[in-house]
C-alpha cells in the first residue's frame, strides 16, 4: 500500500517556503525604503534653526517650507494611484525612488530660499508613490488576514526612521552643518534606489491574493470610487492621525527647545523617545494583535475598528502636553498620543486593500492619501501661524483634538464595515 502524501514535504512545500520567504524579504525591502524616506522628510525639522539663519526666514515661512513637501506630495496621489494600477509597483517605485534621492541631493546644494523651496517640491513628487505603492504591495503578497504584521513593518519604519533619524541628523547637522547631513541623506536615498531596482518584484499570478491582480479588472472610475460613503470614512479618520503626526514631526523639536526650555542637542535625543514607543505600538498593536486576534477567531471589522478608535482616543493625549511643565511629563503625554496612533496607522492602511472594488487598490489607497496630505499640509502652516502670534504652542496643541473626534465618527458612521465595495456595474 503506497505511503500517503506528508503535508508539508516535496516540491510544492518547497515552493510555498519560498514563496514565503520572499513576501517576507519584500515587507522588510518595504519598511527599509519609508525608513529612508523620512530621514528625508525630517531632516528639514531637525536644521529649523539653521535654515532661519542661512536663509533668514521667520516662523511663517518656516512653516510654508515645511508643507511645500506635502503640496506636490497631494497633487500627485491621484494620478500616483492610476499609475500603480496600470503597470504596477515595480515601475512606479523605480521611479519614486531615484526622484527622492536627487530632491534631497538639490537641497543640499540649494543657495536660495526659493531653490530649496523648489527641492522640497521635488521631493513630494519622488515620495508620493512610497505608502499607496506598498498598500499595493502588501495586498498581493499577502493575503487579508496576515496584512496586519506586514503592513506594520513598513508604517513602523516611518516612526522609527523619526526616532533615530532626529538625533542622528541632529549630530551630524551640529558637527558637519545641514548640508553634509542632507547630501548625507541624498546618497542612502540612491542607495535604496538601487536595491529595490534590482530586488523588488510582484508575485507570480497565481500566487497573488484576492482581488489585487487588477489585469483582470477594468479600471474603476473615480467619479464611481467618490460616490461610495466608506471612501468619506477612510479621508476623515487618516487626515485626522496625519494632522497629528505631522504637526509632531515638524514642530517637535522646536516645542520642546522654546517651550521647556530643553537646548538644542537635548531637543534631538528627547525627541527620539516618543517615535520609539510609537514604532513599538505600530508593530506590536497595530501589527502583531490585530493578527493574532482575527487568527483567534474574532471578526476582523471588530478588531480593525476597535485599534482604530482607541489608537484615535489615545492620540488626544496632546492636551496633557498642553498643561506640561516638565520634559518628563510632556514626553509621557506626546508618547500616549503619537503611541496610539501609530497602533492605529497600519490598520489605515491595511483597508485600501480591503475595501476597494476589484481593480482599484491604487486609486483607493492615492485618494486616501490624497485627504490626508490636506492635514500634512495644513499641521506644520497652521502651528507656525498659532506659534508665530501666540508664542505659545498650547492653541496649535489643542486644535487636532476636535479633528480626531471627526475621525473617530468617520471610522464608525461611514467606514463602517470593513469589507469592498462592489464593482461598478457596467
Not at 518584484?201 to 466608506?230: C, I, M, S, W
Not at 496630505?373 to 486644535?399: D, E, K, M, R
Request: glycine letters at 10%.
Amino acid at each position: 500500500m503506497a505511503k500517503p502524501h506528508i503535508s508539508g514535504t516535496g516540491p510544492r512545500s518547497a515552493a510555498a517556503s519560498a514563496h514565503n520567504r520572499a513576501r517576507w524579504n519584500i515587507a522588510f525591502l518595504l519598511g527599509l525604503g519609508v525608513l529612508i524616506n523620512f530621514f528625508d522628510r525630517v531632516n528639514l525639522s531637525v536644521a529649523h534653526d539653521a535654515m532661519r539663519s542661512t536663509f533668514h526666514i521667520d516662523e511663517i515661512a518656516f512653516g510654508y517650507l515645511s508643507a511645500a513637501y506635502n503640496w506636490t506630495y497631494a497633487a500627485c496621489q491621484l494620478p500616483v494611484g492610476a499609475l500603480l494600477d496600470a503597470v504596477g509597483v515595480a515601475v512606479v517605485g523605480r521611479i519614486g525612488s531615484l526622484l527622492w534621492g536627487v530632491a534631497t541631493l538639490a537641497a543640499a546644494v540649494s543657495p536660495t530660499y526659493g531653490t530649496l523651496f523648489a527641492s522640497r517640491m521635488l521631493l513630494g513628487i519622488g515620495e508620493s508613490p512610497i505608502f499607496p505603492a506598498n498598500a499595493k504591495a502588501i495586498g498581493l503578497w499577502f493575503p487579508p488576514e496576515e496584512r496586519g504584521l506586514p503592513t506594520a513593518i513598513f508604517d513602523s519604519a516611518a516612526k522609527f526612521s523619526t526616532a533615530i533619524g532626529v538625533p542622528i541628523i541632529g549630530i551630524l547637522l551640529l558637527h558637519v552643518g545641514w548640508r553634509l547631513a542632507f547630501a548625507a541623506t541624498a546618497l542612502a536615498s540612491l542607495v535604496y534606489f538601487a536595491i529595490f531596482y534590482f530586488v523588488y518584484r510582484d508575485p507570480p499570478p497565481g500566487q497573488q491574493h484576492g482581488d489585487t491582480a487588477e489585469a483582470r479588472h477594468p479600471p474603476v472610475p473615480f467619479a464611481y470610487l467618490l460616490r461610495q460613503r466608506k471612501i468619506y470614512g477612510l479621508f476623515i479618520g487618516y487626515g485626522a492621525y496625519n494632522y497629528v503626526f505631522y504637526l509632531l514631526l515638524t514642530w517637535l523639536p522646536t516645542y520642546l527647545a522654546v517651550t521647556l526650555h530643553i537646548n538644542l542637542m537635548h531637543s534631538f535625543l528627547y525627541t527620539g523617545v516618543p517615535w520609539l514607543i510609537a514604532t513599538a505600538t505600530d508593530l506590536i498593536a497595530g501589527g502583531w494583535l490585530v493578527d493574532a486576534l482575527m487568527r483567534r477567531g474574532f471578526s476582523s471589522t471588530l478588531v480593525r475598528q476597535a485599534i482604530l478608535i482607541a489608537g484615535m482616543l489615545l492620540g488626544m493625549g496632546l492636551l496633557g502636553a498642553v498643561h506640561s511643565t516638565t520634559p518628563g511629563m510632556a514626553l509621557f503625554w506626546i508618547s500616549v498620543s503619537i503611541g496610539g496612533l501609530a497602533a492605529a496607522a497600519p490598520v489605515s492602511w491595511s483597508l485600501p486593500a480591503l475595501v476597494a472594488p476589484p481593480g482599484a487598490v491604487g486609486r483607493v489607497a492615492g485618494m486616501m492619501n490624497l485627504a490626508s496630505q490636506i492635514s500634512a499640509i495644513a499641521a506644520p502652516v497652521i502651528t507656525g501661524y498659532l506659534y508665530g502670534h501666540t508664542h505659545s504652542f498650547g492653541i496649535a496643541f489643542s486644535v487636532p483634538v476636535i479633528y480626531l473626534l471627526a475621525g473617530i465618527a468617520g471610522y464608525v458612521f461611514l467606514l463602517g464595515r470593513i469589507e469592498p465595495i462592489p464593482a461598478p456595474v457596467p
